[in-house]
């Protein structure tokens, strides 16, 4: 019997997940996208394009086919609208986004309807869940405790390919990624629960080393505070999770929110240069000339390194707005896809380093567990964060179609998604290097 599988969204992350669905002799898969280049890119046996002109409201196409699993691969703002449409259809979704409300308060209703929203299958979040979960429980296994995990995950260019003064490239959406920039983090340092509003994350990075791969620079990423239950460690006293970028990254993005270049409110750019709307916060001052008018207004040397990158990106310059009506963060994106798009051949980088810090009631010495997964991909033909972002999902629904009996909302945390999702994933290369050494090592402030 051919099972069918609707694939919403065939854009960069898609196609590993489709590939590895498309080898299933027993599965047809639906692939819908309404750019027809992406889906002519998609050449695979039992891969049938579906082409839409508007995908926000999915649910016509879903009640169509009328799947066995929607995957959902589109931004994290339609995943409500597929959530709705499944249900109706009677149709398992798995997508690789944050369960958030609307979705969570649907957990009832699809447990009744016997089916499995199995969301967060992707890197981070997704892998990140999984890897952790794992290991948390090897390490109760064993009587130890988890005093403190720190979590850490980037998406970089390889050092190969690190050819811009940002250190940094666009693996995944200009607008989430600077939609991310400004949002509030919370972690527990010492039992205790600790907030930074939005945009203040940047103002305290700090530099950790990665085994084998350099420096970077760390900063606090979203709510860590519900992994505390999620991953099983009620005991924790330090709970964090960051992002890594190549040094100098936070230091660029504190100073482009304090120069406005996040604002989003809509308005007239006819006629406008970037230094004009960038003088709107800086004044426009002659006799300093414009890079010290900017330094004075952020308060840094006029020859700070951080300048000479805003000057690189244009934000001093007189060229011309890209767009005639939009924000100053919708000039900034298509700034950054200008400035920042990975070149055919370029390398990507995916790392993901957990550390644990491990104590033991009956009096063994303190460890440190250290779990790290490096993987690189090759722009044009299989990037690094299209693999770990892709494949989990491809993975969570052939647990699903092999008969997972879970449930309802969930993330990737039961043993019976993590353990099968990551013996596939190392199938796939995407393997955990695991290291236990002596003494607490996990970075803390």
């Not at 519900?226 to 330090?238: F, T």
């Not at 990037?383 to 008969?403: F, H, K, N, V, Y």
């Amino acid at each position: 019997m051919v099972r069918r599988v609707l694939v919403l969204g065939a854009g960069r992350v898609a196609g590993p997940c489709i590939a590895h669905l498309a080898k299933r002799e027993d599965v047809e898969v639906h692939a819908a996208d309404r750019d027809p280049s992406r889906l002519e890119a998609l050449r695979f046996p039992r891969v049938v394009p579906r082409l839409c002109g508007d995908l926000s409201d999915p649910g016509s196409l879903v009640r169509e086919l009328r799947p066995e699993v929607v995957v959902n691969l589109l931004p994290a703002p339609t995943m409500a609208s597929v959530a709705h449409a499944c249900l109706e259809a009677r149709a398992h979704m798995v997508n690789a986004s944050y369960i958030k409300d609307p979705l969570s308060r649907l957990d009832e209703a699809v447990r009744e309807a016997g089916l499995l929203f199995l969301c967060e299958m992707g890197l981070d979040p997704g892998i990140d869940h999984m890897a952790a979960c794992r290991t948390v429980r090897e390490i109760h296994r064993r009587g130890g405790k988890v005093a403190a995990f720190w979590s850490a995950c980037g998406a970089l260019p390889d050092r190969s390919s690190d050819t811009n003064p940002l250190g940094y490239k666009l693996s995944w959406s200009p607008r989430d990624l600077l939609g991310v920039c400004r949002r509030e983090a919370r972690f527990l340092r010492d039992g205790k629960e600790t907030v930074l509003p939005g945009g203040e994350p940047f103002r305290h990075a700090t530099l950790v080393e990665v085994e084998g791969l350099g420096w970077f620079e760390e900063y606090a990423n979203a709510d860590s505070l519900p992994y505390r239950e999620r991953y099983g460690i009620p005991e924790v006293r330090d709970l964090y999770r960051c992002t890594l970028r190549y040094p100098g990254w936070s230091e660029l993005v504190r100073y482009l929110l304090d120069l406005g270049w996040f604002e989003e409110g809509e308005r007239d750019l006819r006629g406008r240069s970037l230094w004009d709307l960038t003088a709107e916060r800086v004044g426009d001052a002659p006799q300093e000339g414009r890079k010290g008018a900017a330094a004075r207004r952020l308060g840094c040397p006029v020859w700070a390194a951080a300048l000479a990158v805003l000057e690189w990106l244009g934000v001093f310059s007189d060229a011309p707005c890209p767009l005639e009506r939009g924000s100053l963060r919708d000039v900034l994106e298509r700034v950054f896809l200008e400035k920042l798009s990975f070149l055919p051949g370029e390398q990507d980088l995916v790392v993901l380093q957990h550390r644990f810090a491990v104590e033991y009631p009956d009096g063994r010495k303190p460890e440190t567990w250290v779990s790290t997964l490096v993987d690189r991909g090759t722009e044009g033909e299989e990037t690094s964060i299209a693999r770990t972002t892709g494949l989990p999902a491809a993975m969570g629904t052939e647990l699903i179609l092999e008969g997972l009996a879970l449930r309802g909302v969930h993330a990737p945390v039961a043993p019976e998604v993590f353990v099968p999702a990551l013996e596939l994933l190392a199938a796939r290369g995407l393997r955990f290097q695991e290291t236990v050494l002596p003494g607490r090592k996990v970075p803390g402030r």
